[in-house]
């Protein structure tokens, strides 16, 4: 019969169509703004509309996302910042794009290089968001970060992030990547543990 | 649902070692063309190197007896090198044979100033807008070509981009890494300081004031006389007119621009404008060490990233002579295969778009692709710049639950949908109306016109690189190369049905067989050592082939990186398939093609 294929696809807008509805009784009234209905709505079960109530709703960052990267200082008994950075350059040789900027510090009596960056910088209207610093960098001191609500109203003054923009504490860094975090730490403390027995022994 | 078994008659290759039936075509047809040609044609010696040099006076003899004789009736890819320090250019063709097997490489070098080659239009149509891209980015000239104007850079640009010794604006240095960055590096907005901010050039005698796009008037006189003519034996007389399609128009999905010659509402002649969205992406890629290029090709076809770091890897692995372990092997096709669903079901989505069904379908299957980009996100950190595979490897393991995710979505979630869609609009009468016998492009024709992927085997040809010539370990599954025997819209539109279930099927086959493992070659390195030497990687990425032309000269930066774009050339046979049809359809044809903007223009 022709028209029969249109009445079917019309079916299946149907079929989307009630589901939605279906859906939203389901869950009675609490289909939105609730942590569990969002998992199950991003989720291969969904049915219905998958929309986020963005920005009262935000979706569940997988620990691998990626925008832009830090710098990981830890606190020292003083509370001075201590950087993990030994600015050998890697991220800035790696970066495709270019982005990153380090000063290197000097010793000023002996004017020898010092490991440990004085400034720090990343055009980040330049940055593609690839990840090369943070997964090539040998000492886990730069990281990509989950914040991805980066606008701003100046982008001429604003978009070259020093050194001080671009720190956050390691606690941080353990908050948003704990996987990656907790299998660092331990190759850390393995690393650090043959140092010593070298030093001793 | 039919789908072409033709696996049988398709012989193996690759380039990680050729199996020997391949060899041995390779070696005959070389033997046969180094006899025939004793003084024009002579083996490529140079270490790294492989293919025969044509002597130019040759080529086109050369290449007729290699179509006509030989069967290398499909060429894949024309494009140029500069050797600088040679002073000399040189053109590379890459031709195979569409009953499977490896590549036969030919080159033809040419003094760098006044660089002539004649042109294999007449021969391979599907050269025509390769060698168009080679005369603007390299200037060299192709003699006898029907329509030689440049295509991705506008008509008046001074220079050519792609030779070695021209510097783009902002141009900083010859190589990255860049000295000022490190370790002295004060950041500074480098838009506003180099010396070469400025460093657009003109023609001597050219003035902005004033400037009548040439080009423009050349491309409108191609199309043929606008005059009048004796209109259908009334005695009316009618004028052909001719209309712009875009460049800003949401039916070309992006920045791209028709010319058609409308006689009445029916199309005599229509031809592609491009470039828009230029951005020398293999400049960028040469001043780039090998690594950077990696999250780059992203950027190319952004629908399928995945599929893009694949090619790219291949070729430079290649030429480094390393493979991935196993486990990595399966990811990257368990991404590869995910990528072809993703894209085919958006193409499906954006095809209906066109053809008027406003964002319906097109909302139904990007909610599918949500949750494939879901699992890309979680694999790589991004849901579509990937920047995942590494040279021997790819960037990291799998995540916790995401076997399980795909587990989910290719044994239920998918299946479902595909179904759902074929119940949706297979037999839908609009569309079977809009689509069936529009835009019909013969076997014989998408094979001259170098039509590559869902295109080319919606004509009749079972041409699948996953099964002509394998690489990584496409030869271990089981499945069938679609195919379709029409060669209009509808059956195009059908076949992306047929591969997105030939895909669930591999993805059946990965998450049986995807073993533990390492998921990278060595340590993984920022610097990687390239041998001197050429390479073409090339992969059945979802819209067809795509391949990377890859020249090492054994600096951290390749000398030579060319990406063969498959949308690019797949619209080289958009003007033959929109003839005699009607506007309307011209967008369904444009649609049922499947192009990314960027990947056109790079």
């Known amino acids: 019969m022709y028209g029969w294929g249109i009445l079917k696809g019309l079916g299946v807008t149907l079929k989307h169509f009630v589901e939605t509805f279906w859906d939203d009784l389901r869950w009675l009234g609490k289909r939105y703004f609730n942590e569990e209905a969002l998992a199950v709505r991003q989720g291969t079960k969904a049915r219905g509309i998958f929309t986020v109530q963005y920005p009262e709703e935000k979706l569940t960052l997988p620990e691998e996302f990626r925008t832009i990267p830090f710098l990981v200082y830890e606190l020292d008994e003083h509370g001075e910042k201590q950087y993990r950075c030994t600015a050998c350059g890697i991220c800035s040789k790696v970066c495709p794009p270019q982005c990153i900027w380090i000063q290197r510090s000097t010793d000023p009596e002996t004017g020898r290089p010092v490991p440990s960056p004085i400034e720090f910088s990343i055009d980040i209207d330049m940055c593609m968001n690839c990840g090369f610093c943070a997964e090539f960098c040998p000492f886990d001191a730069i990281k990509m970060d989950h914040d991805f609500e980066l606008s701003s109203y100046d982008r001429q003054a604003t978009h070259i992030y020093n050194k001080e923009q671009l720190s956050k504490p390691v606690s941080y860094y353990a908050s948003i990547r704990p996987t990656n975090y907790a299998r660092e730490e331990e190759a850390r403390a393995a690393k650090a543990k043959s140092k010593a027995e070298k030093a001793t022994g | ?602």
């Open chain 2, 1 to 602: 649902m039919q789908s072409g078994a033709e696996g049988a008659c398709v012989i193996q290759g690759t380039g990680h070692g050729m199996s020997e039936p391949s060899k041995q075509i390779i070696h005959d047809a070389v033997e046969t063309l180094t006899s025939r040609f004793t003084d024009s044609v002579k083996p490529d010696e140079r270490q790294g190197y492989s293919g025969l040099l044509v002597d130019p006076q040759k080529l086109v003899e050369f290449a007729t007896v290699l179509r006509d004789e030989l069967g290398y009736d499909y060429l894949s890819s024309v494009t140029g090198v500069d050797y600088l320090p040679d002073g000399m250019m040189e053109v590379v063709y890459h031709a195979y044979r569409t009953a499977g097997g490896a590549a036969l490489v030919f080159k033809a070098q040419t003094p760098r100033e006044d660089a002539v080659v004649p042109s294999l239009v007449p021969i391979y149509p599907g050269a025509d807008l390769q060698e168009r891209e080679a005369w603007d980015l390299f200037g060299i000239h192709f003699a006898e070509h029907p329509d030689l104007r440049r295509i991705l850079t506008w008509e008046g640009f001074h220079g050519h981009p792609l030779r070695k010794d021209w510097k783009e604006a902002y141009f900083e240095e010859d190589a990255k890494p860049f000295d000022i960055r490190w370790p002295d590096g004060k950041a500074i907005r480098v838009e506003d300081s180099t010396q070469y901010r400025k460093n657009v050039s003109y023609p001597s005698e050219f003035t902005l004031d004033g400037w009548v796009p040439e080009g423009d008037t050349l491309l409108y006189a191609g199309m043929g006389d606008v005059q009048a003519s004796d209109g259908n034996g009334d005695d009316i007389a009618t004028d052909t007119i001719i209309v712009n399609l875009g460049p800003q128009h949401p039916s070309t999905h992006g920045v791209f621009r028709m010319v058609a010659e409308l006689d009445g509402e029916t199309i005599v002649d229509l031809k592609p404008v491009m470039g828009y969205l230029h951005r020398n992406h293999e400049k960028i890629g040469e001043r780039n060490t090998f690594l950077m290029n990696m999250p780059f090709t992203d950027r190319l076809d952004y629908i399928c990233s995945m599929g893009n770091n694949f090619g790219y890897a291949l070729a430079v692995e290649q030429l480094m002579g390393i493979r991935p372990p196993e486990r990595a092997e399966y990811i990257r096709v368990m991404m590869a295969e995910l990528t072809r669903i993703l894209n085919h079901i958006w193409a499906i989505g954006f095809l209906l778009n066109d053809l008027g069904a406003y964002f319906t379908p097109a909302l139904y299957v990007i909610k599918e692709r949500e949750l494939i980009l879901d699992i890309f996100e979680a694999v790589s950190g991004s849901r579509m710049m990937c920047n995942y595979f590494r040279f021997g490897g790819v960037a990291r393991d799998l995540p916790e639950g995401v076997i399980e995710k795909v587990h989910d979505l290719v044994y239920e979630r998918l299946p479902r949908h595909l179904d759902e869609l074929d119940a949706y609009l297979v037999q839908n009468e609009i569309v079977r109306a809009r689509l069936i016998d529009v835009g019909v492009l013969p076997a014989e024709q998408a094979i001259a016109y170098s039509a590559a992927g869902p295109v080319l085997r919606a004509s009749g040809v079972p041409y699948d690189v996953r099964r002509a010539d394998p690489y990584s370990i496409y030869d271990r599954f089981d499945f069938d190369v679609a195919m379709r025997p029409n060669g209009d819209s509808y059956d195009r539109f059908l076949i992306r049905l047929d591969e997105a279930h030939q895909s669930l099927r591999i993805l059946r086959q990965v998450l049986r067989d995807i073993p533990e493992g390492e998921i990278q070659t060595g340590k993984p390195r920022h610097q990687v050592r390239v041998p001197a030497g050429e390479s073409y990687g090339r992969v059945e990425n979802p819209k067809g082939e795509l391949g990377y032309y890859v020249v090492s000269n054994g600096t951290p930066n390749p000398w030579r990186y060319h990406v063969r774009a498959t949308s690019f050339i797949n619209l080289s046979a958009l003007g033959e398939m929109c003839k005699g049809h009607k506007v309307a359809d011209v967008v369904a044809i444009l649609g049922s093609l499947d192009i990314v903007l960027g990947e056109v223009d790079r």
